[in-house]
Each structure stands twice: as C-alpha cells, then as structure tokens.
T-cell receptor, first 112, second 115 residues
Framework: NAGVTQTPKFQVLKTGQSMTLQCAQD?????MYWYRQDPGMGLRLIYY???????DKGEVPNGYNVSRLNKREFSLRLESAAPSQTSVYFC???????????FGSGTRLTVV | AQSVTQPDIHITVSEGASLELRCNYS??????LFWYVQSPGQGLQLLLK??????LVQGIKGFEAEFKRSQSSFNLRKPSVHWSDAAEYFC?????????????FGGGTRVLVKP
C-alpha cells in the first residue's frame, strides 16, 4: 500500500545549494504533480505532468525544474536554493478521468 | 483562471458541536469541487467531491458538503465534531486544461476542537 512515496522527508540546504526531491507512485497513474504548501496560502502547483514525457508549468514554477523519468517517477529540482523556497513540498498522482489525487506525505525543506 | 477562497483561517469548536467550513470558488464553467483534510505532519486525504447531480454530497468521516451555484459556494459540514477532526481542511476546484487536469486549492482552515 505504498501509494506515493517522497524522499527525503526533511532537508536543510544552504542558500545556493542544489537538490532533487524524488517522488514515485505505484498506482499506474498517468498524471503527477508537485505542490508547495506555505502557511495561509494552501497548496500551490509548481509543475505537473499529464502523462509520461510531458511536463507543464503550474502557478509558481520559477526556481524549479522537473523530470518525468518514467511513468512512476517525477522529480523536482532546485538548482540554486533560496530562502523563499523554504516550504513543505507535496507530490501527488492521479488518473485524470477520475480526479482521485493521492498525495505523498511531504518533504519539509528549509533553506538557510 | 480558477480560484478558491476559504474566509476562515482558524475555527475553534467544542467536541460534539456542529461544524461548518466555508468555501467560495471562481470558475467559468461547471466546477469540479473537492474537500481535503490534512492531519498534522501528513499528506492530504480526500473527504468528498462534487461533479454534478445532487447538490448535497456525502463524504467520509461523517462530513457532507452542499454546492450552491448561485452563491459560488461549497461549504463543508459535520453535525457533531470529534476530537479527531482537529486538522486543516482545504477546499479545491478542478479544471480541465489542454495539458491535463489540475486542482487549485484554497488557503485552508485550521480546526481546533475543545474538549
């Protein structure tokens, strides 16, 4: 019953460092998403991938890149981390026709 | 573009009392509407969803929501709150786009339950 697995769960970065957040789903879903959650702002979409081989920008894509490695995996990369990217990051997957999003448990990222 | 507003940032309710969380949306077409719950340190769990048909929808954990097109609202209710309902609740609207479907979330309402 893994669902959506995110790694790592916690990370502290220094300003300017880079890192990749990993996400994998085992439900054979076509669509995958990266959101960030900040207090009072809900979840905001960073990037999404409607199907393997496609990616599109969401509401707040600046400072991020993504890779849909295969149907299972969707990674989020911060090339040069900034304190404004301190947040909790959630990955989700869905089967588009059913609107049933499954969320991972999140990655808490702090940039100092 | 679609948007969701949850006017209440925090709500405190006594255990056993009723709960209503407000949600207003903006979307040009018939909306797909959702309520999610997030317990501390956890991901989001779907409570219920509305696509069409009966405007009163039932969800898990005893929650229900009513879609009112004239008011652009989709309020969540529970008749009797349990301590385990303390969590953050998010309303969301779904949209189909050329690149796929996506959810837009409100800012969330944090519910505190008093004994």
């Amino acid at each position: 019953n893994a669902g959506v697995t995110q790694t790592p769960k916690f990370q502290v970065l220094k300003t300017g460092q880079s890192m990749t957040l990993q996400c994998a789903q085992d439900m054979n879903h076509n669509s995958m998403y990266w959101y960030r959650q900040d207090p009072g702002m809900g979840l905001r979409l960073i990037y999404y991938s409607a199907s393997e081989g496609t990616t599109d920008k969401g509401e707040v894509p600046n400072g991020y890149n993504v890779s849909r490695l295969n149907k299972r995996e969707f990674s989020l990369r911060l090339e040069s981390a900034a304190p404004s990217q301190t947040s909790v990051y959630f990955c989700a997957s869905s089967e588009p026709s059913r609107w049933g999003y499954t969320f991972g448990s999140g990655t808490r990222l702090t940039v100092v | 573009a679609q948007s969701v507003t949850q006017p209440d940032i925090h709500i405190t309710v006594s255990e056993g009392a009723s709960l209503e969380l407000r949600c207003n949306y903006s979307y040009g077409a018939t909306p797909y509407l959702f309520w999610y719950v997030q317990s501390p340190g956890q991901g989001l769990q779907l409570l219920l969803k509305y696509f069409s048909g009966d405007t009163l929808v039932q969800g898990i954990k005893g929650f229900e929501a009513e879609f009112k097109r004239s008011q652009s609202s989709f309020n969540l209710r529970k008749p009797s709150v349990h301590w385990s309902d303390a969590a953050e609740y998010f309303c969301a609207v779904g949209a189909w786009e050329a690149a796929g479907n996506k959810l837009t979330f409100g800012g969330g309402t944090r519910v505190l339950v008093k004994p």
